[in-house]
């Protein structure tokens, strides 16, 4: 067996070896609808930001105000985290609470890595944006 049929064949019994079904293969390959949509919502907000830079001006509202690019900023950075959300509401059918897997700890635990998770993920991606953006 050669390096790149072992990640498709299976051993069986003594040394035979038995290669994986084509069914097997490709049951991995597609991702399922929830998880396209999802991509599609960061791929979409991140083309959004392609189209402001390339435009150079704001995509909505006047040239002066910067609402437009804090908005669009937000949209990259949180976006996709409020697509998520919505479809863990709407399609999942496992009814599982906001704060999963969290669940379990107190409100002061959940509160604190909740801010501390903000500062350090999406409020750089926020002002980097507004930076790039405004400059």
């Not at 991702?31 to 791929?43: A, G, V």
């Not at 998520?84 to 906001?98: A, I």
Request: proline fraction near 3%.
């Amino acid at each position: 067996v050669t390096d790149s049929t072992k990640s498709t064949s299976q051993t069986k019994g003594k040394g035979q070896v038995r290669k994986g079904s084509s069914k097997d293969i490709e049951k991995g390959l597609l991702p399922s609808m929830d998880q396209i949509i999802f991509n599609l919502s960061f791929i979409l907000s991140c083309m959004l930001l392609c189209v402001r830079i390339a435009r150079g001006e704001p995509l909505w509202g006047n040239k002066e105000s910067y609402f437009a690019d804090i908005m669009l900023a937000c949209i990259v950075s949180s976006g996709h985290v409020v697509v998520g959300l919505l479809l863990r509401y709407f399609w999942v059918k496992e009814k599982l609470s906001v704060t999963w897997p969290f669940h379990k700890d107190s409100l002061h635990k959940f509160l604190f890595h909740f801010i501390v998770g903000f500062g350090a993920s999406v409020m750089p991606v926020i002002y980097t944006i507004v930076l790039a953006l405004t400059n």
